[in-house]
């Protein structure tokens, strides 16, 4: 079965990653921007970051037939640095016209600081100005809650259609407040924190498939760049249709990213057909 990883951080895996990726059935990555694993000191640096995203990383993911978007921002735990993400800002829409960019993301909050939100609202404003989607981080583990509550909060100040934001790593106590407010949901299978497949799978059958997607966000710490096909495998254990399966992991990301102009993917079925 084809799929699409709606989140995952090519910049920090192999090549022999991309191999792997391709060879387990992946068609589509979205890459969005984000921390580096240290803090960057300068605009001129993520200039740098936008154009690896932008020029580098679809080349790469070309020589194993998988598509590559990206999404550009300053990530939750640089915005604190409030001087440095306005210079950011003002360098992202010299990349928004690129081929491959879906929007601004992934924004969000990390600690849940008045700097963060100040700089995901500035972000929001950026986004409506340019009439881009936008894909949002949620904060980690104990600050999960209260940070989803304050996204919301914030959303609700900005006249953006609900259905072009992606609100990333859910989980249970989160999920439901997300859906009902009428935004997507993500739902992240981490090794160590966030969702296992399995808990994954409890979501979708409490909550529906309905504008819902699963990503690995694999990237530089503990993670694993095909958990997608894990939960594929867990649907399928647990007795799922193969048409559920494909809305959850294909055709829904497929949607949502088809709101951007510069999302263009061939049919699958020109494809034949290939199982995970």
């Known amino acids: 079965m084809y799929y699409i990883d709606p989140h995952l951080h090519m910049v920090s895996r192999t090549t022999d990653d991309y191999e792997t990726l391709a060879k387990m059935g992946c068609v589509a990555i979205s890459e969005p921007a984000f921390w580096a694993g ?11 970051y936008f154009r690896q995203l932008t020029e580098v990383e679809n080349k790469r993911a070309a020589q194993y037939g998988i598509a590559h978007f990206t999404w550009l921002c300053i990530n939750a735990k640089e915005a604190e640095n409030v001087e440095l993400s306005r210079e950011v800002l003002k360098i992202i829409p010299e990349f928004l016209d690129c081929p491959n960019v879906l929007g601004i993301g992934e924004i969000g909050l990390n600690k849940n600081t008045r700097n963060e939100a100040i700089i995901f609202q500035e972000h929001m404003e950026l986004a409506i100005k340019y009439d881009q989607q936008v894909l949002i981080h949620t904060p980690h583990l104990e600050d999960k809650y209260q940070g989803t509550r304050m996204i919301l909060d914030m959303l609700a100040s900005h006249k953006i259609e609900r259905t072009r934001v992606l609100v990333d790593h859910v989980e249970e106590h989160t999920i439901g407040a997300v859906l009902d407010a009428g935004y997507w949901a993500g739902m992240t299978l981490y090794p160590v924190s966030k969702c296992t497949p399995a808990r994954a799978v409890d979501m979708i059958e409490q909550h529906g498939a309905e ?22 495998l867990e649907m399928r254990r647990r007795g799922h249709s193969e048409s559920l399966i494909r809305k959850v992991v294909y055709d829904n990301p497929h949607e949502f990213f088809s709101q951007s102009k510069n999302f263009k993917l061939p049919d699958p079925a020109q494809r034949g057909q290939n199982v995970v």
């Open 211 to 232: 504008r819902l997607c699963v990503n690995s966000a694999g990237d530089w710490g503990p993670s694993k760049p095909t958990a997608v096909p894990d939960l594929i």
């Open 38 to 48: 240290f803090d960057r000191g300068s605009g001129d640096s993520f200039r740098d």
